[in-house]
């Protein structure tokens, strides 16, 4: 008998911002919800190793969903004549979508890169909503090392851009057949995706919490050494920012921890995510 | 330093194939010592080291020898794994056409990743 994963996919009909979207998800696991958010021009598959962790799904329902655009998730009606851009309204917007959707009580949301710096917003402005949040390789703000001008060219139609443009991101310690698969996923994305997420990562991102305010609910914003795009810097003066956030540094780890090196990133997020079972 | 990287480019079918759309003059820069590689359709004809005198390029990667050190080590420090590692941390600058660099991305990478292979 051929192995069987125990990853189940499914599609739910979503109204966001007035439009119909077919959106595309991925589960496995029993217990407390626990929200998955891919990165930019990615798609839910970057879950796939936490899914199969009995560890984690013992005590966890973990569910990954394709944004709009992405993946196996539809643009809406009328794409061909449309340029995709996300912003913070439209992805908040699609995160209790969808939660709400799935009837998900109080679930934990864990993000990554773009997934994590709306998890800071998450935290602050929804905080009652989650029982936690954890921003993977995210911080409150976009720390450039690249110039905005580039996306002005046409580059970003092509895969093998995207993925040489992000390659360096993954950790030369991750093992070569998952930090490929990672850049797999980059060659995979829709033209021009990855820049209609750049809108939101680089220009309608940033996040100020208000001095006076806390997340309503835990958040944990865990940062490897190798990433350049959200250093371990930029996770720690994010935490500073937030009263009652707290940042981890994961050694050897670039910016794609739960797809580029499932092995390593299960001993740092597990004692996390084990914080929150029931 | 770059000596060996013609043929070991040359040699690599993958490569070449990453390349097979890209003629240009791109210079690798050691402390104050330039390295010219001229490329045509994917292969590397030659890499002359200075000094010149105004030879043109369409891009300069420039680096403290130390840092092009550990580029080429098997596993790098964080901030040195990768050419826009080090620009992002301040330890290689990258000036020129970068739009010759980003059209051909992939190929460029892949050529400086035979730095680090033994």
């Given amino acids: ?278 | 330093m770059f000596e060996s990287l013609a043929s070991k480019a040359n040699n690599n079918a993958h490569i070449r194939r990453l390349g097979r759309g890209c003629t240009t003059t791109f210079v690798l820069q050691v402390d104050n010592e330039q390295f010219h590689l001229n490329v045509d359709r994917g292969q590397i004809t030659s890499v002359s080291q200075g000094p010149f005198q105004m030879r043109g390029s369409s891009f300069v990667i420039s680096a403290a020898k130390d840092t092009w050190t550990e580029f080429m080590r098997p596993i790098p420090r964080p901030g040195f794994h990768d050419i826009f590692a080090m620009s992002a941390t301040g330890n290689a600058k990258i000036e020129g056409d970068i739009n010759i660099l980003l059209g051909h991305l992939a190929y460029f990478k892949a050529v400086l990743d035979l730095l680090r292979k033994v």
């Fill in chain 1, 1 to 278: 008998m051929a192995e069987i994963e125990p990853i189940v996919g499914r599609y739910v009909k979503l109204k966001i911002a007035g439009e119909d979207y077919r959106i595309y998800f991925e589960e496995a696991g029993e217990g407390t919800p626990l929200l998955c958010l891919h990165t930019a021009g990615a798609h839910a598959s970057q879950f796939r190793h936490l899914m199969c962790d009995p560890e984690v799904s013992k005590n966890f329902r973990v569910i990954a969903f394709d944004l709009p655009w992405h993946g196996k998730s539809n643009p809406p009606v009328g794409w061909e004549t449309k340029e995709y851009k996300l912003t913070a309204e439209f992805y908040v917007d699609t995160i209790l979508a969808f939660s709400n959707a799935l009837a998900l009580e109080k679930p934990i949301v864990m993000g990554c890169s773009m997934g994590g710096r709306v998890a800071v917003r998450l935290a602050c402005l929804h905080g009652q909503k989650f029982s936690a949040a954890i921003g993977l390789e995210g911080s409150n703000r976009p720390s450039p090392w690249w110039d905005n001008s580039w996306l002005d060219t046409d580059f970003f139609a092509r895969g093998d851009f995207c993925e040489a443009l992000v390659s360096g991101l993954a950790a030369p310690t991750s093992p070569a057949e998952f930090r490929n698969e990672t850049l797999w996923h980059y060659r995979q994305s829709g033209s021009n995706i990855f820049k209609g997420d750049m809108h939101f990562f680089r220009t309608d991102s940033e996040f100020e919490a208000d001095a006076e305010s806390s997340s309503p609910c835990p958040l944990i914003l865990m940062t490897g050494e190798y990433d350049y795009s959200c250093t371990p810097e930029d996770g720690r003066r994010t935490a500073a920012a937030i009263p009652g956030a707290e940042a981890i540094e994961m050694k050897g780890m670039g910016h794609f921890p739960m797809s580029e090196n499932p092995t390593a990133f299960r001993e740092y997020i597990l004692p996390v995510l084990n914080r929150f079972s029931k």
